[in-house]
């Protein structure tokens, strides 16, 4: 017992003595990435800016820099923390296992993980992409191990053109940049948001064939306003409020110079930004570089062939898209994007101005119905607020029972909406009321698109939406649900309506037709694509969307439309050794053939060592 005790205040001594001594150097042979994979020397997040300078490393890791002490107070609390964080989520606590188990293999094989990726999209799609990516990103700080991608901070102002070239590939094709302000439904997460780029570019691997060598996730840390993670001690970002206005514009500004100036052909992926943001940014870079905004566009094409889906699923011409009276429910940049993008599709249906076509459609936020008379109305929900007299007296600021349900009770006519699409990121409110005054709506099929992520922020889920609507209902949300037993051996089919369906091929297509930027017309063919994949037959049953475990031959499909409107357009200007005449020339067999010779597939390729 006295042994015992003495020779712990020893060696305590001992380690108080190390501890204080200044370490002697340790010559590396090695820079930027490789030294972050090599355990013998890498610090993680405990490099110094002198050292990250010195080595190559700056971009490589996020920003903030973290002394031994508080790395090791940050494992041990992950340890400890898998229990606390997923309370009361009975399947968190395996889903974010089965993330951890996924991602070491992400580091150490990525061959053998693409494989396994791509060959169980159906059960790993939920684990790296939503709803558990959502769950990784609240847990970011615990479960950060090696850095992936890269990340520019407000601090890096006037170093991106340099840091850009410490990425260690010498090609990028696929580059998927948040900002960390609006991720999913969960709102700000600050440079916690990096988990949404990883999966996003893991789908364009295992749906598009992305040569994962050649895509590079971003954070751009700007600070962040979550107040919770500004106190949190192990945050691994900026610490300070979000830049704002021209202060903001200029680093993402310096970030596309760096990017377009290293890799003029790379494509850019705006994902998770706020709405004002997400507009301006779409607004000032889509003329000038090859990008788009998934959220607002890659949602809106997904979102208008669910919709053209219920069209057909009444058994109607798909003219009679025009008719239909639908409710968005969230004014954000999915939401808007969605209602720009259908209100264009009816426009170009009945050759009328878009004035004439959004007559049928009802826009909500947090305040209720949007009408003329808001205080304040956002410009960019301005074209879509009604105007009070065209709506039977619906006041301002209605609220969603109110559109949908108690109407009548106000002596106000019933909208009866044929669909009832949520983009508002609140989980719920969907609720039973809302749900059952659907089975008075004047589709033969209403539809219900319950499309906020992830799961818990859905705005209902599909066991509510069957048992209130109605067995007769369609159904789709943006995170996976399980299809619903209606009993008597029926099923109420469950579609994922989510981006996943449309912006690799986006990507694919734009990259494998050389086009400089992304158009309308690009963009558009990729919709009307996705509309027409599925069969009458499987439309009648209610399915509107393809099985994801064929969503690497739709994206196909997809970068075919893709690739042959830039050619259309004259966008085009090829890629590699197939230029642009080859391309025009392809006929649209050639051209999903020319796709799919240019999708990659893991297999192991011999290694040969060259000096
Ligand atoms: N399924 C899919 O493919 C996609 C789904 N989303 C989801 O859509 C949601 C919203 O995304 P953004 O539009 O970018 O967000 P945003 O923050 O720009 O907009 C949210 C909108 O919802 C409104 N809102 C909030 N609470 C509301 C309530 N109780 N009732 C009515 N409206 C309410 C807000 O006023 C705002 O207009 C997120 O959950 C996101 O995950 C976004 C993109 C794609
Ligand atoms: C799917 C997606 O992009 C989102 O929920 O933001
Ligand atoms: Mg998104």
Known sequence: MWKAARFAASSLRRSRRLSTAIPGPCIVHKRGADILHDPWFNKDTGFPYTERDRLGLRGLLPPRVISFEQQYARFMESYRSLEKNTQGQKNSVVSLSKWRILNRLHDRNETLYYRVLID??????????????????????????????????????????????NWPAQEVDMIVLTDGSRILGLGDLGVQGIGIPIGKLDMYVAAAGFNPQRVLPVMLDV???????????????????????????????????????????AIVQFEDFQMKWAFETLHRYRKKFCMFNDDIQGTAGVALAGLLGTVRAQGRPLSDFVKQKIVVVGAGSAGLGVLNT???????????????????????????????????????????????????????????VEVVSLAELLEVKKIRPHVLLGLSGKGGIFNEEVLKAMRDSDSSKPAIFA????????????????????????????????????????????????????????????????????SDGMLQAAAECLASYMTDEDIQKGILYPSINSIRHITTEVGAAVVRA??????????????????????????????????????????????
């Not at 609240?138 to 850095?147: A, E, I």
């Open 120 to 165: 169980n999209i159906k059960d790993f799609a939920p684990i790296i992409y939503t709803p558990t990516v959502g769950l990784v990103c609240q847990n970011y700080s615990g479960l950060f191990r090696r850095p992936r991608g890269m990340y520019f901070s407000a601090k890096d102002k006037g170093e991106m053109m340099s840091m850009i070239y």
């Open 223 to 265: 600070g962040t306003n979550n107040q919770k993670l500004l106190e949190d001690r192990l945050y691994l970002g900026l610490r300070q409020p979000r830049l704002e206005g021209e202060e903001y514009l200029s680093i993402v500004d310096e970030f596309m110079e760096a990017v377009f100036t290293r890799w003029p052909k």
């Open 342 to 400: 259908a209100i264009q599709a009816a426009a170009r249906m009945t050759g009328n101005d878009e004035t004439t076509a959004n007559k049928l459609f009802f826009l909500l936020d947090k305040d209720g119905l949007v009408t003329k008379q808001r205080n304040n109305l956002d410009p960019a929900a301005a074209p879509f607020a009604k105007d009070p007299s065209e709506i039977d007296g619906l006041r301002e600021g209605a609220s969603l």
């Open 451 to 518: 499309m906020s992520n992830p799961t818990m922020n859905a705005e209902c889920t599909a066991a509510d939406a069957f048992k209130h609507a109605g067995d007769n209902i369609v159904f789709a949300s943006g995170s996976p649900f399980e299809n619903v037993d209606l009993g008597n051996g029926k099923i109420g089919y469950v579609n994922q309506a989510n981006n996943m369906y449309l912006f690799p091929g986006i990507g694919l297509g734009t990259l494998l037709s050389g086009a400089h930027f992304i």
């Open 566 to 611: 830039a050619v259309e357009e004259g966008l085009a200007e090829g890629h590699g050794d197939v230029g642009y005449r080859e391309l025009k020339h392809m006929s649209k067999e050639e051209t999903v053939e020319y796709v799919t010779r240019n999708m990659w597939f893991p297999v192991y390729n011999p290694l040969v060592h060259e000096k």
